[in-house]
Structures are given as structure tokens and as C-alpha cells.
């Protein structure tokens, strides 16, 4: 059964960088792409970007480009997000999450999602 | 690419039937039938309840179906039950190949 486990808790500078890790475990890690999402607190959610854990291709939201960085490591399993250049409105809980396979076909969905991680950032 | 738009609160009581709309953009909900929703209990991470509009993943109970006109999709939630309280998002893939979400619908089982 496929899972995401995701780092701990961070608190950060404004200023300072942030890098989450989102392991998987359960599936073909490079079969499903990953998505990362993030929420602030009592708000909703928003997709920040995705990546192919295959080529690492990637696709971010407009106003994520050039501040998040998405890689992988296929030796690890593992998803790594990064954001520069923290600013106290990427207070969040940051999520990652699976596309959607079924019995070998992809659909356009986020499938399987960590636990998510707290990030709070604050001087 | 701005949020879909959904309504922030529905209510109703245990055995109705709730609609919950989320209405974009012909760039977006109207572009494909690639409309999700989630469902979102208190501190915990999002779950998956319908994909593609109107599919619901294994395990996900038939209580719950989506419908889509236009440039706005629909979640139903029939029979309501009090374990059905709960924040719902919609999310659809965009002509930009991204993914945007509505502002989340917080459901009361009055």
C-alpha cells in the first residue's frame, strides 16, 4: 500500500530556506509523479508544483517559479521540496501527494498524501 | 491563476442531501473533465473522494458523486451523516497544465 511519510516540524528566519522530504514506500517510487501543496493556517489549499520522479521534469505555479525547487532521489525514494527566501506568509502546513494510477492508467488526480509538515516561519 | 470558487459553508441534517458547487473558468473547470474533490478532517491531510468528476476511488463511499455543467462542477452528498462534517475542496487541471483548488466548503451536519 503506497505511502508518504514527510519530515518534521520547522521553524525558520524569515529569509532562510526550507527543504521538506516526502519518503515513499509501498509502490515503483518512479511510477507516480509527486505534487506538492501547501495550506496556511485556517486557509485553504494550493497546489504549488509537481515533479516526475522518472525524469524530474517539473511544473510550478506561477507564483512559486523561481523560489521552489522539486528533485527526487530515486536511491531514497524520497521527494525533496525547497523554498528560498522564506517570508512569513509561507507559514504552512506543506503537503506532498501522488498522481493517480489504477490498474496501470493514469488520471488526473493527487492520490496518496503525507502527513503533511508545519512550517512556521517567524523572527 | 486565480482559485475556484466555492461556496464557505453548507449545512444539513442527517439524512438530507447536500450540493456543494466550485465554479472556474473555461481554462480550467470547463477545459476538461479533470475535476477532483477532497475531503479534509480537522489536522488531518486531504482525501481523495472523486476524481475526473465523477469517479470515486475504491473504498469511498457511494453516498458521495460529482457532476459537472459548463465551468462549474458539483459535489452531492447524500444521506448525510455526522462523520461526513468536514472541509471539501475541488481542485481541476488547467490549459496552463496546472492544478488549482477552490477555497474549500466547510460542511455542518446540523
Known amino acids: 500500500q503506497a505511502q508518504l511519510v514527510q519530515s518534521g516540524v520547522e521553524v525558520k528566519k524569515p529569509g532562510a530556506s526550507l527543504k521538506v522530504s516526502c519518503k515513499a514506500s509501498g509502490y515503483t517510487f518512479t511510477k507516480y509523479g509527486i505534487s506538492w501543496v501547501r495550506q496556511a493556517p485556517g486557509q485553504g489549499l494550493e497546489w504549488m508544483g509537481w515533479?516526475?520522479?522518472?525524469?524530474?521534469?517539473?511544473k510550478f505555479a506561477q507564483k512559486f517559479q523561481g523560489r521552489v525547487t522539486m528533485t527526487t532521489d530515486t536511491s531514497t525514494n524520497t521527494a525533496y521540496m525547497e523554498v528560498r527566501t522564506l517570508r512569513s506568509d509561507d507559514t504552512a502546513v506543506y503537503y506532498c501527494?501522488?498522481?493517480?494510477?489504477?490498474?496501470?492508467?493514469?488520471?488526473?488526480?493527487?492520490?496518496?498524501w503525507g502527513q503533511g509538515t508545519t512550517v512556521t516561519v517567524s523572527s | 491563476q486565480s482559485a475556484l470558487t466555492q461556496p464557505a459553508s453548507v449545512s444539513g441534517s442527517p439524512g438530507q442531501s447536500i450540493t456543494i458547487s466550485c465554479t472556474g473558468t473555461?481554462?480550467?473547470?470547463?477545459?476538461?473533465?479533470?475535476v477532483s474533490w477532497f475531503q479534509q478532517q480537522p489536522g488531518e491531510a486531504p482525501k481523495l473522494i472523486i476524481y475526473?468528476?465523477?469517479f470515486r476511488p475504491s473504498g469511498v463511499s457511494n453516498r458521495f458523486s460529482g457532476s459537472k455543467s459548463g465551468n462549474t462542477a458539483s459535489l452531492t452528498i447524500s444521506g448525510l451523516q455526522a462523520e461526513d462534517e468536514a472541509d471539501y475542496y475541488c481542485s481541476s487541471y488547467t490549459r496552463s497544465t496546472t492544478w488549482v483548488f477552490g477555497g474549500g466548503t466547510r460542511l455542518t451536519v446540523l
Open positions: 501527494a501522488t498522481d493517480l494510477w489504477i490498474s496501470g492508467a493514469y488520471y488526473y488526480a493527487m492520490d496518496v
Open positions: 473555461s481554462s480550467d473547470v470547463g477545459a476538461y473533465n479533470y
Open positions: 515533479i516526475s520522479t522518472d525524469n524530474g521534469n517539473t
Open positions: 475526473e468528476v465523477t
